[in-house]
C-alpha cells in the first residue's frame, strides 16, 4: 500500500520523479531543456518550496508562476497540448508514489493551477 504525501521529503521525491518524466519527455521536455533551459540545481528546490506551500501552506514560497509562463509563452507558444502533458505526467507521478488526501489534492492543484494558466497564456 501506498503512503500519503506527508512530509518535504514525500515532496522531493514527488517533484523529482515528476521531472525525471517531463526531461525525457518528447512532447515538452524540450520546452524545458531546449528552450527555457533550466538550471534543474536551482530549478527544483522552488519547485519543492512552491508544493510544499501548496499541500502544507508553509509560506516558503514567494514566487510568479504566471509571470515565469507568460515570459516562457513569449519565447516558445505553448499550447493546451504542452498543458495536457504537463497534467498527465504529474498525475501519472503522484498515482506511481502515493494515495491518500494529500495526493488528491496535489493532483487537484495541478489541474486548477494548469487550468488558469492555460486560460491566461493559451486563452479560453
Known sequence: MKKDIKTRE???LLVISFYDKVKADDTI???FN???KVNWEKHL???FD???NIL???GGYAGNPMMIHQHLNK???LTKEHFKR???LFLQTVDELFEGDKAELAKQRALSISTVMQIKIVGG
Open 29 to 31: 521536455g524540450y520546452i
Open 34 to 36: 531546449d528552450v527555457a
Open 45 to 47: 528546490p522552488v519547485m
Open 86 to 88: 504537463w497534467e498527465a
Open 75 to 77: 519565447m516558445f507558444p
Open 50 to 52: 512552491f508544493w510544499e
Open 56 to 58: 502544507f501552506f508553509t
Open 10 to 12: 514525500d515532496i522531493e
